[in-house]
Nanobody, 116 residues
């Protein structure tokens, strides 16, 4: 029902910045929560940040003060501004749309690599 496309990943040095973008083909005001998650090989996908329909944000402890999630209801997009990146932030980053109690939609992911 909801198609999601992520972009903006890449290689960055420690302390650098990246902005990830997630664009949907649906009015995000119809979606409960949009979020960013990340996953490394062999590990569970973990919450990075979410933003609700009303603009309420939620962040994982390990990104508080460094990452900012925002949305643009006109463009049906959700961005993740990442600053002060650390090597441990290296992961595949996935955009999620929580559109109902039981339904989540995922993008294909975009790779973020923090390395010298």
């Amino acid at each position: 029902q909801v198609q999601i496309v992520e972009s903006g990943g890449g290689l960055v040095q420690p302390g650098g910045s990246l902005r990830l973008s997630c664009t949907t083909d649906r009015n995000i005001l119809r979606i409960y929560t949009m979020g960013w998650y990340r996953q490394t090989p062999g590990n569970q996908r973990e919450l990075v940040a979410t933003i609700s329909r009303g603009g309420t944000t939620n962040y994982a402890d390990f990104v508080k003060g460094r990452f900012t999630i925002s949305k643009d209801d006109t463009r049906n997009s959700v961005d993740l501004q990442m600053v002060s990146l650390k090597p441990e932030d290296t992961a595949g980053y996935y955009c999620n749309a929580h559109s109902s109690a039981y339904t989540h939609y995922w993008g294909q992911g975009t790779q973020v690599t923090v390395s010298s």
